[in-house]
T-cell receptor
Framework: GDSVTQMEGPVTLSEEAFLTINCTYTATGYPSLFWYVQYPGEGLQLLLKATKADDKGSNKGFEATYRKETTSFHLEKGSVQVSDSAVYFCALVSGAGSYQLTFGKGTKLSVIP | GAGVSQSPSNKVTEKGKDVELRCDPISGHTALYWYRQSLGQGLEFLIYFQGNSAPDKSGLPSDRFSAERTGGSVSTLTIQRTQQEDSAVYLC???????????FGPGTRLLVL
């Protein structure tokens, strides 16, 4: 079945540091890939997405590129802020006729001043 | 416009009682999803509705769980004879069409004592 593996957290960074959160997937067909973010006390929000190979999703300074050859969708940001502290979830919708999201376990990011 | 809304935001119940959780999707969205977020299991898919088609119930963990969607809009998730392991945050999401971006509600936090 479909699965998403993302790096274990928690991750603690200083403000303005470079962020990478690794995400790899297993899926049938041609999945769409997503990063969702959950800020403390809030619901899940879509951060960015990519629907086909080599697409780059970007939003709020975050980027992720759909790499079919390595089945990866790593999240990056060049300079994190305290306000980026949240839990980040990598997810996919399979291309094989199912429509639900399959999520990774989440990575908690804490950014300290 | 208005996002996905869920009620109640919090629910405390006693083991063995039935509970009903409500979801109002974004107006015009034909697809509606229920997920569960718990510490031990992460984010799990429960059930999916698309228009007037038969729902995909493949994620429901037991026959104590059921859901309906009336008039293609509001959905109710019912848990009968609640157990302590049902304690979790229940999330509803909707999308314009199947495989399109899913937008999440704030969730209902259920605690079974």
């Amino acid at each position: 079945g479909d699965s998403v593996t993302q790096m274990e957290g928690p991750v603690t960074l200083s403000e303005e540091a470079f962020l990478t959160i690794n995400c790899t997937y297993t899926a049938t067909g041609y999945p769409s890939l997503f990063w969702y973010v959950q800020y403390p006390g809030e619901g899940l929000q879509l951060l960015l997405k990519a629907t086909k190979a080599d697409d780059k999703g970007s939003n709020k300074g975050f980027e992720a590129t759909y790499r079919k050859e390595t089945t990866s969708f790593h999240l990056e940001k060049g300079s994190v802020q305290v306000s980026d502290s949240a839990v980040y979830f990598c997810a996919l919708v399979s291309g094989a006729g199912s429509y639900q999201l399959t999520f990774g376990k989440g990575t908690k990011l804490s950014v300290i001043p | 416009g208005a996002g996905v809304s869920q009620s109640p935001s919090n629910k405390v119940t006693e083991k063995g009682k039935d509970v009903e959780l409500r979801c109002d999707p974004i107006s015009g969205h034909t697809a509606l999803y229920w997920y569960r977020q718990s510490l031990g299991q992460g984010l799990e898919f429960l059930i999916y509705f698309q228009g007037n088609s038969a729902p995909d119930k493949s994620g429901l963990p037991s026959d104590r769980f059921s859901a309906e969607r009336t008039g293609g809009s509001v959905s109710t998730l019912t848990i009968q004879r609640t157990q302590q392991e049902d304690s979790a945050v229940y999330l509803c999401a909707s999308s314009l069409r199947q495989r399109e971006t899913q937008y999440f509600g704030p969730g209902t936090r259920l605690l079974v004592l």
